[in-house]
């Protein structure tokens, strides 16, 4: 158990919806991270946040955006979702050290399946 | 794109064999980190080695980098089925991000 919780678990969603993904960060971490998992992929990032800012972000489009809170807990929004954002949505929680480069703790995931 | 490349892309170990899975990475790194993930729930951090490091240990985990040769390697000793799982690099630069891999998929027979 990392103390990562993330919701729903799984969704289901029609093309050119929107969805909103929750995160809750480790007590202690300061510092969320946004990954996508494609089935039979590694994670690509997203997106990061430190200390409600964004922090840092990967090559997905602007339709593709987040928020993080003064408690530290994350959401992630996906605009007009397209078949190719499902996938599995993962968050993980951390504390920036000076390397900015620590362990991450992982959530469970929300699986996300767009029809 | 991905920084890191695992090989092989699978694996099927006879519990208490060993278990070795390498992962090769494009640029200069900090620190390079392994990751458990079992049917495709949660990351699970498994062992950080830094750039300055060859080898670490913990528990039945043995990881060793070679940043000349821009390649790590784990080793699982005495598999257990617990261990059947897909097993990621990440490699951590100076920035905010982690890049992984596509994953090592690994299968112990009991």
């Known amino acids: 158990e990392t103390g990562v919780t993330q919701s729903p678990t799984h969704l289901i969603k029609t093309r050119g919806q929107q969805v909103t993904l929750r995160c809750s960060s480790q007590?202690?971490?300061?510092?969320v991270s946004w990954y996508q998992q494609a089935l039979g992929q590694g994670p690509q990032f997203i997106f990061q946040y430190y200390r409600e800012e964004e922090n840092g972000r990967g090559n997905f489009p602007p339709r593709f955006s987040g928020l993080q809170f003064p408690n530290y807990s994350s959401e992630l929004n996906v605009n007009a979702l397209e078949l190719d954002d499902s996938a599995l949505y993962l968050c993980?929680?951390?504390?920036?050290?000076?390397?900015?480069?620590?362990?991450?703790?992982f959530g469970e995931g929300s699986r996300l399946t767009v029809l | 794109s991905q920084q890191g490349e695992e090989d092989p892309q699978a694996l099927s170990i006879q519990e208490g064999e060993n278990a070795t899975m390498n992962c090769s990475y494009k640029t200069s790194i900090n620190n390079l980190q392994w990751y458990r993930q079992n049917s495709g729930r949660g990351l699970v951090h498994l062992i950080l080695?830094?750039?300055?490091?060859r080898e670490k240990h913990s528990g039945r985990l043995r990881v060793t980098l070679d940043t000349s040769k821009k390649s790590s390697s784990l080793l699982i000793t005495a598999s257990r089925a617990a261990d059947t799982a897909s097993y990621f690099c990440a490699t951590a630069t100076n920035d905010y991000k982690l890049s992984f891999g596509a994953g090592t998929t690994v299968t112990v027979r009991a």
């Open positions: 007590s202690g971490h300061n510092t």
């Open positions: 080695i830094r750039s300055n490091e």
């Open positions: 993980a929680s951390s504390s920036l050290d000076r390397d900015h480069t620590g362990e991450l703790f």
